[in-house]
């Protein structure tokens, strides 16, 4: 009798068990998703607001959605052609990047295209690994189509998620150079510094396995990343560094954080990149 009941009691265990795993996995991953994602549908500001001509865009991917891009044409007195192929972070939309992309155009004269990912913005779809993939590679198959971009003059500029998009897109579309801020190693690291339990890094879906794929690339890449960043710590971005082929650079941006690289040292951050890009031209 006691074995028996041993025996049920047994069965209860394995089955309270499994039914815990499976709504830990099934609450994880929706948590996994609110973690990488923050899309924010809408736009408060254009550039319009900064005195910017551009052009606003619907470009179509290849599984039938149109995403709302900008491109900001360079300045006319400047002699370089090149085109900053813009990466934007996991939060926000567009309108939340209009006061670097003002300074950039003022700092560069670079053309400048950005784009929301598929459920940002006014972008249709909603966001995932793959489908931010399939945006990049939509968006380049547009640039390629403009006469005024010059396909060998393309700089992947990528903030934080965005370097992990750009990065990837790089290994079949390579860049002129690609400048990366605030990056992280891969989704899988994040999460296990997050929440530093054991199983937690490989639950993961959204990999953005970025430090993988930089070993194989072989563009010039420049590393910007703050030491008071408080989302991806600073050895994020030495760990995807170091990982990373010649010709390479890492500047640290002295009292920077995650979300004002480009105002807490404005001028260590775009003289870097004035001086990076001014190399491979």
């Not at 995403?67 to 567009?94: A, R, Y």
């Amino acid at each position: 009798m006691m074995g028996r009941v041993c025996w049920i009691l047994g069965r209860l265990e394995v089955g309270a068990s499994l039914a815990y795993g499976v709504t830990f996995i099934v609450l994880w991953t929706q948590l996994e998703k609110r973690f990488v994602f923050f899309p924010v549908a809408e736009l408060l500001y254009t550039p319009n607001d900064v005195n910017l001509e551009y052009e606003d865009i619907r470009v179509q991917t290849s599984d039938g959605l149109a995403l709302q891009s900008w491109f900001i044409p360079g300045k006319s007195e400047t002699e370089s052609n090149v085109t900053w192929l813009w990466f934007h972070g996991n939060g926000g939309n567009l309108g939340h990047r209009i006061g670097e992309l003002a300074l950039a155009h003022h700092r560069t004269g670079a053309n400048i295209f950005i784009f929301d990912y598929r459920g940002y913005g006014e972008s249709e779809g909603a966001p995932s690994e793959k489908g931010t993939y399939l945006d990049s590679r939509a968006v380049m198959e547009y640039l390629s189509s403009r006469s005024d971009v010059d396909p060998g003059l393309i700089v992947y500029l990528g903030h934080s998620l965005g370097a992990a998009v750009a990065v990837e897109l790089a290994l079949t579309q390579p860049p002129m150079a690609m400048v990366l801020v605030s990056p992280f190693a891969s989704v899988r690291d994040m999460a296990n510094l997050t929440l530093p339990l054991p199983p937690i890094g490989w639950l993961v879906r959204n990999h953005y396995d970025s430090i993988s794929r930089i070993q194989q690339l072989y563009v010039p890449v420049l590393v910007l990343h703050g030491d008071q960043d408080e989302i991806v710590p600073i050895a994020q971005g030495r760990k995807l560094y170091g990982a990373a082929n010649q010709p390479k650079r890492f500047q640290v941006l002295r009292g920077a954080a995650h979300n004002d690289t480009f105002e807490v040292a404005p001028e260590q951050y775009w003289r870097t990149i004035e001086a990076f890009l001014a190399e491979r031209e």
